[in-house]
């Protein structure tokens, strides 16, 4: 059983600062990416911000150059530093993760995807 538990949403005015944290627990193994997703009132969930077990990373365009994404592996977990805040960033933010296993017993490679509960980012003056 695997768990992701996110902490460090809230609300903060329009220019300010926030940084969410994703820790994940259980039985992890194989771990290729972990990342960050968001979804605001009547709009799909979209790709904020992802970061790879090498370290590679990939931001949303509107994201860019305000959001930093980086991650622990030692403790498994991903953080989303996010500056510049503005009121159209307003969602609930999703942590995921994502990897692969060799089931001996399935003779392949075996894909997983989780995610959290989600914790809402609210920017309004």
């Known amino acids: 059983q695997v768990q992701l538990v996110e902490s460090g949403g809230g609300l903060v005015q329009p220019g300010g600062s926030l940084k969410l944290s994703c820790a994940a627990s259980?039985?992890?193994?194989?771990?290729?990416?972990m990342g960050w997703y968001r979804q605001a009132p009547g709009k799909q969930r979209e790709l904020v911000a992802v970061?790879?077990?090498?370290?590679?990373?990939n931001y949303a365009d509107s994201v860019k150059g305000r959001f930093t994404i980086s991650r622990d592996n030692a403790k498994n977990t991903v953080y989303l530093q996010m500056n510049s805040l503005k009121p159209e960033d307003t969602a609930v933010y999703y942590c995921?993760?994502?990897?692969?296993?060799?089931?001996?017993?399935?003779?392949?490679?075996?894909?997983?995807?989780?995610w959290g509960q989600g914790t809402q980012v609210t920017v309004s003056s």
């Open positions: 970061i790879t077990r090498g370290s590679s990373t």
């Open positions: 259980g039985s992890i193994f194989g771990i290729t990416a």
């Open positions: 995921n993760l994502q990897g692969k296993y060799y089931s001996g017993s399935e003779r392949s490679w075996m894909s997983y995807d989780y």
